[in-house]
């Protein structure tokens, strides 16, 4: 008989599906990683950082609120259900990793048909998230699906697959202007490229827990590439995010507040970069959920922007 108690590994500790949610539900928000949600986020962080520095371009603070909670619901679900369908193509891989065999699906909770139909549901709650945009707005947030679509299977033929996770993971940084101002401006360009940076930067780091199993059974990651070089591959993508955010926030107008909070956030990054070792898994994995807090930081510093802006 399946366990369907049984945690998944990587999981954080007393988390609320494995101590208080119904024993029926916690396969499917496992699927979901509402045990591990840093991934949603992260996903969600350059949602916010777009929203609010396209409402201080727009110098009008009034769809900021509602914008913020519809990307908050967006990014969970979407993120659950990019993670389903990455759990669905991996499940024969994940059972070959000491970290994620307990996973749903490798584990046995979780049949494919009902992985399945899990899916479809969550992409039908994103849906309907993303059809209280504009239009502009919706058709921006379907282009992205591509993308999610082929990256599980870019760590099987690339050593590069951080790099089409962060085309993923940062289209929300494209999202904030297109809903905000229906357009997408250079400045929102820039946000995305820096972005991206970012999330190969704490992608490799979280990649480090599993470098050993991945090398055994073929799978590729940047930080098998960077290797003993990850520190100063580090310093080039986290440098590149900052610079590119800085220059993404120049083109936008934006004042003093959200270059304090940029350079708070590089402080952040910086901090990162000193303490890593690579051989230390709980530490790359700590490292890794602080971003959550980086962009938090960065976050807050644009709304104070926007709303002085907006002020003026």
Known sequence: ?????????????????????????????????????????????????????????????????????????????????????????DRNLDGRVERTRSRPIPSGQVTISQAVAFLVCQALIGLIVLLQFNRFAILTGIASLVIVAVYPFMKRITYW??????LAFSWGALMGFAVILARIDAAALVLYAGSIAWVIGYDTIYAHQDREDDALIGIKSTALLFGERTKPALVMF??????????????????????????????????QILRIDI????????????????????FASLVVDAALRAAV
Do not use: E
């Open 279 to 298: 051989r230390d898994s709980a530490l790359c994995l700590k490292l890794f959920r602080s971003n959550r807090d980086a962009g938090l930081i960065l």
């Open 1 to 89: 008989m399946i366990d369907a108690t049984a945690r998944v590994a990587d999981a954080t500790h007393n988390n609320w599906v494995d101590t208080r949610a119904p024993v029926w539900s916690r396969p499917y928000l496992r699927l979901s990683r509402f045990d591990r949600p840093i991934g949603s986020w992260l996903l969600l962080m350059p949602c916010w950082w777009s929203a609010a520095l396209a409402a201080g371009v727009a110098g009008d603070l009034r769809q900021l609120p509602g914008t913020v909670v519809l990307f908050f619901i967006g990014a969970f679900v979407m993120r659950g259900a990019g993670c389903t369908w990455n759990d669905i193509t």
């Open 238 to 271: 986290y440098g590149l995010a900052v610079a590119l955010l800085g220059l993404a926030f120049v083109l936008a107008g934006a004042g003093l507040a959200a270059f304090v909070g940029l350079a708070m956030f590089a402080a952040h990054l910086a901090r």
């Open 161 to 166: 697959p951080q790099v089409v996770l962060g």
